[in-house]
């Protein structure tokens, strides 16, 4: 048995475990990848001298400015609208349901199974035979088949709303249900609607709750790579897509990793931006 | 306190589904008084409240405020404001916002929010506090915010729910005065509820009490001390020592009765009991009766017992004395003259009462 001669043992000891832990897991690949990033690749070898050459190349690249724009406005539009159809659900459990339980029970359905299959089932009711397409068809509300329902930002934004939806949920949730009924009922007593009384104590009580549902979803969206390669065609292709493709096919680690450290300040940036916004709105309420 | 009434409460029942809160509730209560719902927890008292809030809707029965109908008048439009159990300060609000919450988006010029809001809080003593954040207050300001923002309403009736239980024993005791001194200044009607007793007596011009969903008397406090209604009424305020009695002589005004313990004493008729017939129960206050190591002189009955429990109370000490006749012992509390406490447990004591001290509580349940 080891002895723990003092406080600072004692310390270290117990802080060991999470120390490794991030250590390996974090902060070493995150060494890792910035090295990566100065070094270049040479054909099949890797040029080992330290220089900035990716970055310029990645940053004057009009290709990289594109995706990397299109990445943090798709995931906008996925937050927006993610949060925006979770906060009335959110509100209906929380304030309504009867059964809380069972309906958290059920939001969380759609993940019981693979995130793939999901993917792949909005391929089908979306495609150019799909059942959208089909049940249309067949009422006779049009005469052939509606190509852009898939391959587009908009087959991207419906699929990751779909399936960021109970990660919206929840946080909205929780900040719902930690409201005092008494609060409301005090803005009632004071001459306020339900509207206004929503406007002016639930919505700015729920802030923290809508910040964190919107950086759960979009945080992981900027990044995804699976939903644009499978439902995005040509014009919902991301940032993430083009990495891979560097990490892939075009065997650039180097350009890989920089363009990789490249979207996490992108996305660091603006989620920043929007924490620092949307608390001090939220202040403004009165 | 003006005859008008502000508040007229007519057969107001509420039920939810097979368990009934609130039954036959009539009640006028006068413009400018203090007015307390008393009641242990559960007996409808809050939910009577939260009637004339407009926070629930009565099954049966009406609300008239100042006279005009409340049905179809919502919570929010009711000239009405509430201080709630847990006040209720809205968190995101620093203490001037949460105070001007009900004045704000309603057109009132702003130098007339801000002078209403410094008037209000200097009202409860915590003037200049406006900037300070909802999260920073301690529970008594918590209190003081709750009333504020209540009162700058210039609401017709203020309505209090437990509004000091949440406070410490200094600081209630505090409040209650400041409370009561703000109500009279200001002439508004405050409807209080509480489970306290003491606060109800301390603070109000009448008190209900409540059982079970049913009002069983309002009185002066005082009144209700001295002449309560039933056994109910008066194990809840205060003390009393009951005693199951015979009637065996009555007039007008009085009745002759005969206790276990005590020869025959002749007690004044109380105008609030109900029921009579030849035993009816009689209560005694543990302060009216004397105690001494002998028969002590010119009282009406005297008896003689032994003291069980002792206890210190600081300001006057009680003693539990087993007499013949009477199942528990009984409370006899003397005041604290001498720092002194002169029996102990074992001692052979006298007992003595005055037939006016002793309370006729009719024959509505006799028993023990």
Redesign the interface.
């Known amino acids: 048995m080891i002895r723990l001669r003092s406080e600072t043992a004692k310390g270290v000891a117990l802080s060991a475990p999470a120390t490794l832990y991030v250590g390996f897991l974090v902060a070493a690949p995150l060494v890792i990848l910035v090295t990566y990033s100065m070094w270049t690749q040479s054909y099949v070898t890797i040029d080992k001298t330290l220089t900035l050459a990716n970055y310029r190349e990645a940053l004057t690249d009009p290709l990289v400015r594109l995706l990397m724009l299109r990445s943090i406005l798709i995931a906008a539009a996925v937050t927006v609208a993610t949060v925006a159809l979770a906060y009335p659900i959110a509100y209906f459990i929380a304030m309504k349901a009867q059964r809380k339980t069972l309906w958290l029970l059920l939001i969380t359905i759609p993940f019981w199974s693979s995130y793939l299959l999901r993917v792949f089932a909005w391929k089908l009711i979306l495609g150019f035979n799909g059942v959208m397409n089909s049940a249309l068809l067949a009422v006779g509300v049009i005469q052939e088949p509606l190509t852009f329902l898939l391959y587009n930002e908009f087959a991207v934004v419906l699929t990751l709303a779909h399936a960021w939806a109970p990660f919206a949920i929840l946080p909205i949730y929780v900040s719902l249900q930690k409201i ?1 009924p ?2 409301l ?9 339900g509207l ?1 009384r929503f406007l ?2 639930t919505l ?2 729920t802030v923290p709750g809508i910040v964190a549902a919107c950086l759960i979803i979009f945080i992981p969206t900027v990044g995804d790579y699976v939903t644009p390669s499978l439902v995005g065609g040509s014009d919902g292709k991301m940032i993430a897509n083009l990495i891979q493709v560097q990490f892939g096919a075009a065997n650039n680690w180097p350009l890989g990793a920089t363009l990789s450290l490249l979207a996490m300040l992108a996305v660091g940036f603006a989620a920043i931006v929007f924490v620092l916004s949307a608390t001090g709105l ?2 403004r ?2 | 306190m003006s005859d008008v009434n502000i508040i007229q409460l007519v057969d107001v029942e509420k039920s939810f589904g097979s368990f009934t809160a609130v039954s036959n509730l009539s009640l006028d209560l006068k413009q400018g008084e203090f007015f307390s719902l008393l009641g242990p927890s559960g007996c409808g008292k809050t939910t009577a409240l939260r009637m004339i ?1 407009g ?1 629930q809707d009565p099954t049966r029965g009406r609300i008239l405020i100042d006279g005009q109908n409340m049905e179809d008048v ?4 009711r000239p ?3 201080v ?3 006040y ?1 300060i ?4 620093n203490v001037g ?1 949460n105070v001007s ?2 004045l ?3 057109g009132i010029a702003r130098a007339e929010i801000d002078a209403r809001v410094s008037e209000a809080l200097a009202m409860v003593e915590l003037g200049g506090l406006q900037k300070r954040r909802a999260t920073e207050l301690s529970g008594g300001q918590r209190q003081r915010v709750a009333l504020a ?2 009162l700058v ?1 210039r609401p017709k009736v203020l309505l209090l729910d437990e509004p000091l239980s949440a406070l410490d024993k200094k600081l209630r005791e505090q409040m209650q005065f400041e409370m009561r001194h703000l109500q009279r200044s200001l002439g508004i009607t405050f409807v209080m509820v509480t489970h306290d007793q003491y606060e109800a007596m301390t603070m109000s011009d009448r008190i209900g009490v409540m059982f079970k969903g049913r009002l069983v008397q309002v009185d002066a406090p005082a009144v209700l001390y001295a002449r309560p209604r039933n056994r109910e009424v008066a194990s809840f305020i205060g003390e009393m020592n009951f005693l199951a009695a015979e009637v065996i002589g009555e007039d007008a005004g009085t009745l002759t009765v005969k206790t276990p313990c005590f020869a025959p004493l002749k007690i004044a008729r109380n105008p609030n009991a109900v029921g009579y017939g030849n035993h009816i129960l009689t209560g005694i206050r543990p302060e009216q009766l004397a105690i001494g190591r002998a028969a002590p002189e010119g009282y009406d009955a005297t008896v003689e017992g032994q003291v069980g429990d002792v206890a210190f109370y600081g300001e006057n000490v009680h003693y539990h004395v087993r007499v013949p006749g009477v199942d528990r012992p009984m409370a006899v509390s003397v005041p604290n003259y001498f720092h002194t406490v002169d029996y102990a447990r074992g001692d052979k004591v006298w007992l003595g009462v005055q037939g006016a001290s002793v309370i006729d509580l009719g024959s509505e349940d006799t028993e023990i």
């Open positions: 005092d008494q609060l009922e005090a803005a009632t007593d004071l001459g306020n609607g206004e002016r104590v700015p009580l939220g202040r309420i009165r | 809030a926070f919502p919570a929010n439009r009405t404001n509430m709630f159990q847990s209720a809205f968190p995101h609000l916002d919450y009900g704000r988006h309603r923002r209540a309403m």
